[in-house]
């Protein structure tokens, strides 16, 4: 796995260049869901030295730091997608973060969702989708429709996403948590 800082370096890039404690705000947000805390409460976790306690840095990957990264990925993916979708006036689409595409209103087909998962594979994987190996594009699309489905059930659970929004959601996070997004 590369250094803490390259993954520290991508998530500031990926919330919009912002500085760290900009990403701090963002990444909990006001609506107080608790994704993310505090850099401190994960410094530690993500390898960096806690200059409190010195203790020696960490070097190898561990579980925790895997569960702070996963948190932080979680939070990008919210909030980029309440920053480039919900906001209550429209993100011009240069200037969105993670989700730089039209979501139709309609429900999608597979030639439909291809594009727009192209956008969010080279933002996460730095490539296009159609050099990935074969059936990826088919597996997120899956993924998306049965997250759509199931947030559009009469008696689903009470979601801050619609359906729609809820299936971008997912393949967010299934990039965000990618090996290649992990290892290159």
Known sequence: MPP??????TYLQLFGGLAPAE???RARGADGAA??????DYLAALG?????LDPPRGTQTNSLMMAAFERLGIALCD??????????????????????????AGR???????????????????YPARLAPGGRAAAFFALYEATVARHAVPG????????????????????????EFHLY
């Open 4 to 9: 803490a800082e390259a993954y520290v370096r």
């Open 23 to 25: 990403v701090q705000a």
């Open 35 to 40: 994704l993310f805390d505090a850099w401190e």
């Open 48 to 52: 960096f030295p806690d200059h409190r």
């Open 79 to 104: 909030r980029a997608l309440k920053h480039d979708l919900k906001s209550k006036k429209p993100v011009r689409l240069g200037d969105r973060l993670i989700f730089a595409f039209d979501v139709p």
């Open 108 to 126: 999608l087909d597979a030639a439909a969702f291809a594009p727009r998962f192209d956008v969010l594979h080279r933002t996460f994987l730095s």
């Open 156 to 179: 689903a659970a009470a979601s801050r996403f619609t359906p729609s929004e809820a299936g971008w959601a997912a393949v967010c996070y299934g990039l965000v948590r990618h090996p």
